[in-house]
Each structure stands twice: as C-alpha cells, then as structure tokens.
C-alpha cells in the first residue's frame, strides 16, 4: 500500500510539473504600449522589451511618421510601430479600444531646446518646440491616463526635482507676463499627471530618474529613495538605460506596482552591480514618494 501510494504521489508530481510547464510555454505575452518610442529613454525601453517575445508584446508610439520610419530603418518591425500623438486625447483613446493592453508605460516628455534668443546676461533662452510641459507633461499624460482600461498597469518615468519649485529645470521655457508666469515649470506639470495617476485607481509606478547618462547600463549599482533624498550616494546621475530596466523589471515584479520613487546610481566601479530587481525596493521599507511636498500646478 506505502508503495502505491509513493507511486501515485510521483505521478501527481510529474503531472503537475508537466502542468506548469505548459502553462509557463503557452502562457500569453504582456502586450505593453511604450509611449516616446522615439525618444533616448522610451526606445531602451522599447528595444529591451522587444528582445523578451515570450514574456512581452511591445507596440511603441511616436508622434510623428518621421519618427516611425527612423525606427523602421533601425530594424524594427511596421507592426510593433504606432504613429499616435498623446497630446490628441481621442486618438490615445481609440486606440486602446481598439486594441486592449496589460500595461502602458509613459516615457513621453517635453523637450526644451534653445530659441535663439539670448538674455541681457548672454544666457539662451529656452523654448518647447514640440510641444509644452502643460501641453506634453500634463495634458498629454491625462489623455494616456484616462485611455488605459481599469486593470491596465501604468509605469512612467518622470524625474527628481519635484520637491523643489524653484529647480532650475521649471524655469526653462517660462516667462512672466504681468507678474504671472506663463510656460514652463515641467516638473510641476509632471507632479500633477503622477497625483492624477495616483488618484486614478489605476495600478501604478512612478519612476523619478535623477541626470540621465548616455552610458552603457547594468554596470553600476543603483540606489532608490524618496522625495529627493540625496541618501546613499552623493551621485544625481543614471544611465538611461538603467532607467529602462527598472521599468521593465516593474512590468516583472508585483512589488513595484503602486510604488513612486527616485533612481539614481553610483558611481562605476562604486558599489555592487544592481542584478536583484526583485529587492531593489526593499531599501524603502514601503514609503513612497510624499506629493505634498513641492508645488503641483
């Protein structure tokens, strides 16, 4: 009787082993939406996913077709290429009817560029040419937001500095006309589309990269924080593509869902290599990011 019974517990093993591996072999892709496909950081993110077809299905968006063919010639298939501009509400919404995703990562951003025009000290003026931060950060990212379907998971990266109104970057752009400004302020425009997230329901991650390297990335180890905290590193910097794996290890790992935070990384050759996304968070004993501090628009 033992040895029947042994026999059969083998047996229940074995099938259940066949189980999950048919189950892990046939199990359906993630398809993932990557907004600012065009962009540095959008397109790692993009190229990692397309690398990872058993696990993700990635379709980027770029606002303009100069920007799909660019990726074309890259090598990248038409069909994992969409040409929707974010800042058209109803055109984010159409397609996401139209063609349901698990998750949405926003990587798009406005650009500040230099005008031509100098200041009385002999400084460039900075404009946003294709588009500004209310119109890409804020109103753009709502039209993302409020596209996505109810279980849709939303991974964006956005930036420090928020905590801060008075950072340098907010003044890019702005001018003041009768004592009201007018233009600019990015990170608070940003700071508002995270709250709306936040208050959306929707699960979430919000990912603030400190200074953005044009570096190779999984070469250094990187450190999480909260709120601008220079702890754990006196670096302000991380690879971008560094960035990019964090939000793909978002897309991986449960615990990053409904998670705001900041990245940075050390130095090269400072500190242990980051490999375990799965505790990266771990460091932050569950606080998030605190939006009451710095200004929202």
Same mark, same amino acid.
């Given at each position: 009787?033992?040895?029947?019974?042994?026999?059969?517990?083998?047996?229940?093993? *074995?099938? %259940?082993?066949?189980?999950?591996?048919? =189950?892990?072999?046939?199990? @359906?892709?993630? $398809?993932?939406?990557? +907004? #600012?496909?065009?962009?540095?950081?959008?397109?790692?993110?993009?190229?990692?996913?397309?690398?990872?077809?058993?696990?993700?299905?990635?379709?980027?968006?770029?606002?303009?077709?100069?920007?799909?063919?660019?990726?074309?010639?890259?090598?990248?298939?038409?069909?994992?290429?969409?040409?929707?501009?974010?800042?058209?509400?109803?055109?984010?919404? *159409?397609? %996401?009817?139209?063609?349901?995703?698990? =998750?949405?990562?926003?990587? @798009?951003?406005? $650009?500040?560029?230099? +005008? #031509?025009?100098?200041?009385?000290?002999?400084?460039?003026?900075?404009?946003?040419?294709?588009?500004?931060?209310?119109?890409?950060?804020?109103?753009?990212?709502?039209?993302?937001?409020?596209?996505?379907?109810?279980?849709?998971?939303?991974?964006?990266?956005?930036?420090?500095?928020?905590?801060?109104?008075?950072?340098?970057?907010?003044?890019?752009?702005?001018?003041?006309?009768?004592?009201?400004?007018?233009?600019?302020?990015?990170?608070?425009?940003?700071?508002?589309?995270?709250?709306?997230?936040?208050?959306?329901?929707?699960?979430?991650?919000?990912?603030?990269?400190?200074?953005?390297?044009?570096?190779?990335?999984?070469?250094?180890?990187?450190?999480?924080?909260?709120?601008?905290?220079?702890?754990?590193?006196?670096?302000?910097?991380?690879?971008?593509?560094?960035?990019?794996?964090?939000?793909?290890?978002?897309?991986?790992?449960?615990?990053?869902?409904?998670?705001?935070?900041?990245?940075?990384?050390?130095?090269?050759?400072?500190?242990?290599?980051?490999?375990?996304?799965?505790?990266?968070?771990?460091?932050?004993?569950?606080?998030?990011?605190?939006?009451?501090?710095?200004?929202?628009?």
């Amino acid at each position: 009787q033992t040895m029947h019974i042994t026999k059969s517990w083998a047996l229940s093993l *074995a099938a %259940l082993s066949l189980t999950a591996t048919h =189950a892990l072999s046939t199990s @359906t892709p993630k $398809k993932v939406v990557v +907004t #600012g496909a065009g962009g540095q950081t959008g397109q790692a993110l993009f190229r990692k996913l397309l690398t990872y077809p058993d696990e993700f299905t990635p379709i980027g968006f770029v606002r303009t077709p100069e920007s799909k063919q660019s990726l074309l010639d890259s090598g990248i298939p038409s069909g994992s290429i969409a040409v929707v501009d974010v800042t058209d509400g109803p055109a984010v919404k *159409a397609f %996401l009817t139209s063609s349901p995703v698990d =998750a949405f990562c926003i990587c @798009t951003s406005g $650009k500040p560029a230099p +005008t #031509g025009v100098m200041t009385e000290e002999g400084k460039p003026v900075f404009g946003y040419p294709n588009g500004s931060p209310e119109e890409v950060d804020w109103i753009g990212q709502r039209n993302q937001i409020n596209a996505c379907g109810v279980d849709t998971h939303v991974v964006v990266c956005s930036s420090m500095g928020g905590t801060d109104p008075s950072n340098m970057l907010n003044k890019l752009g702005r001018t003041e006309v009768d004592g009201k400004e007018i233009g600019g302020n990015i990170l608070k425009w940003k700071r508002k589309a995270e709250k709306y997230l936040i208050d959306s329901g929707l699960p979430y991650t919000i990912v603030h990269p400190g200074g953005l390297l044009n570096e190779p990335g999984g070469e250094r180890e990187l450190v999480v924080g909260v709120d601008d905290s220079q702890e754990g590193t006196t670096s302000r910097l991380v690879p971008r593509e560094d960035v990019a794996e964090v939000m793909l290890q978002a897309l991986r790992n449960e615990g990053y869902r409904n998670r705001s935070f900041d990245l940075r990384a050390k130095d090269k050759g400072d500190g242990v290599v980051t490999t375990d996304f799965a505790g990266l968070l771990g460091t932050l004993e569950g606080k998030n990011c605190d939006y009451s501090l710095g200004e929202i628009m």
